[in-house]
């Protein structure tokens, strides 16, 4: 029984002394080691961390397109989203753009309402451009104004079976029938058949010096004034023009 005693107390006191001899190694080498000691030149401790403040991050370039009117960004209203296109409205030189985050809020909302679906009605809106920092960028985080405006009416487009240059400049004819002679919608076309069909017509005398427009169309031979009108809505512009009319023999 004293043998085997003798024998554990013998091979306890062995592993101790291998424990310390370890343990005595590594407090030695450690102070000058390369793998945890303060040669591995991370700059940041001890902890053998290369961390993103010893890499030389880079700037972004930054270019904008189309869309960018020097202090904002813009479109018209189409009834579709208008997303801030990628590469053509706005561009990170060098980032792949599904890196680049973009959320849209209205112009004055909180915060917490931003979201990446694009915005579609007429108004005013906060554009935010996200890209995370990694280690070879810095992180971007800026926030532009977006506008999405009404659309806007081309230019009327008149049928020059009646309306041309009769010397006098260019003015509306109709000859005289003995009856109301109405400038129709196949005079004049504003925009689409849609918008046409939202047009108002009145007439007045050339030489009326009042404001008094009636919708009711002339009949006798003379110079008139007719007024074209197409009335604003919630996304789409106003149209008001006048054109000479002349009733002649």
């Known amino acids: 029984m004293k043998a085997v005693t003798k024998k554990t107390t013998c091979i306890i006191a062995i592993i101790l002394a291998f424990c310390l001899l370890v343990a005595g190694l590594y407090l030695l080498v450690w102070p000058n080691g390369s793998i945890f000691g303060k040669n591995n030149n991370n700059n940041n401790g001890d902890d053998g961390i290369i961390k993103p403040s010893n890499i030389d991050l880079k700037e972004y370039s930054i270019e904008m397109g189309k869309a960018w009117k020097g202090d904002h960004f813009e479109y018209s209203y189409t009834g579709k989203k208008l997303p801030i296109i990628g590469n053509t409205d706005f561009k990170l030189v060098g980032v792949a753009w599904n890196n680049v985050w973009v959320y849209y809020k209205q112009k004055g909302a909180d915060d917490s309402t931003y979201t990446t679906e694009a915005p579609t009605n007429v108004g005013e809106y906060i554009v935010k451009v996200f890209v995370q920092k990694t280690s070879d960028y810095q992180e971007f985080n800026k926030t532009y104004d977006y506008v999405i405006t009404k659309q ?15 010397g006098d400049g260019l003015c509306f004819h109709k000859t005289y029938t003995g009856k109301r002679l109405a400038i129709t919608k196949d005079d004049i076309k504003v925009g689409s058949d849609e918008i046409t069909k939202t047009m108002k017509i ?5 030489t009326a010096t ?4 009636t919708t009711t169309a002339p009949k006798a031979v003379g110079v008139y004034e007719v007024k074209v009108v197409v ?7 106003g149209f008001t023009a006048t054109y000479i009319y002349k009733i002649v023999e």
């Open 202 to 206: 009145s007439y007045r005398k050339a």
């Open 231 to 237: 009335p604003e809505t919630e996304t789409r512009n």
């Open 210 to 213: 009042n404001g008094d427009y």
């Open 152 to 166: 806007s009416i081309p230019a009327a487009v008149l049928n020059r079976d009646v309306y041309y240059d009769d």
